[in-house]
């Protein structure tokens, strides 16, 4: 009789031990669901930081550790407590999952954006100043391009017009031999 007992008393005791009687109390000071949105960005987007970001930011005296919850003001049992609290109340949590989730899908759109901007600045950046960089005709003749002297290049060759071949003096004809 004792041997039936006791797999039912522990099933009964299993049941009793996990089941939290309507979950957490709610928190004397619990976090706000915005607040608790804007939590868990900062501290996804801490947590994704390359080690070359995390390095930097250590040199200028932020730790990772206590950073978001200093910004925002709270510990981490006041966290601890809220978090419980809000994934007890799944409804709640998923509201700020949801939230979190289209908001971080916003941001890495508008840096996608930032980014395209920023390359085709550059591009323009190298295509200036290539265009700036000194012309070299056929005779490797540097000259400079812009609207006066292709205004004066454009008068030579007028002047020039008919003329196959230059004379050479004779002065130029024995310099070269």
């Given at each position: 009789m ?12 299993l ?30 987007l ?53 939230t979190?989730?289209d ?46 002297t ?17 004379p ?10």
């Amino acid at each position: 009789m004792i041997k039936r007992f006791i797999p039912y008393l522990s099933f009964v005791l299993l049941v009793v031990a996990c089941n939290n009687f309507g979950g957490p109390k709610k928190p004397n000071n619990l976090i706000s669901k915005k607040m608790m949105v804007n939590i868990l960005i900062d501290a996804r987007l801490m947590g994704s930081a390359t080690h070359a970001y995390k390095q930097k930011m250590q040199e200028r005296g932020i730790e990772f550790d206590s950073y978001v919850f200093e910004k925002y003001g709270i510990d981490s049992l006041q966290f601890a407590l809220s978090n419980s609290y809000y994934a007890y109340h799944i409804k709640d949590y998923e509201e700020i999952y949801n939230t979190i989730s289209d908001s971080l899908e916003k941001l890495k759109t508008v840096l996608n954006e930032r980014k395209l901007e920023e390359e085709e600045k550059q591009k323009k950046r190298v295509e200036d100043s290539i265009n700036a960089l000194k012309v070299k005709d056929s005779l490797d003749i540097s000259i400079k391009k812009d609207t006066l002297t292709e205004d004066l290049l454009k008068k030579k060759i007028k002047e020039e017009e008919g003329v196959l071949i230059n004379p050479v003096s004779h002065k130029n004809r024995r310099s070269r031999k």
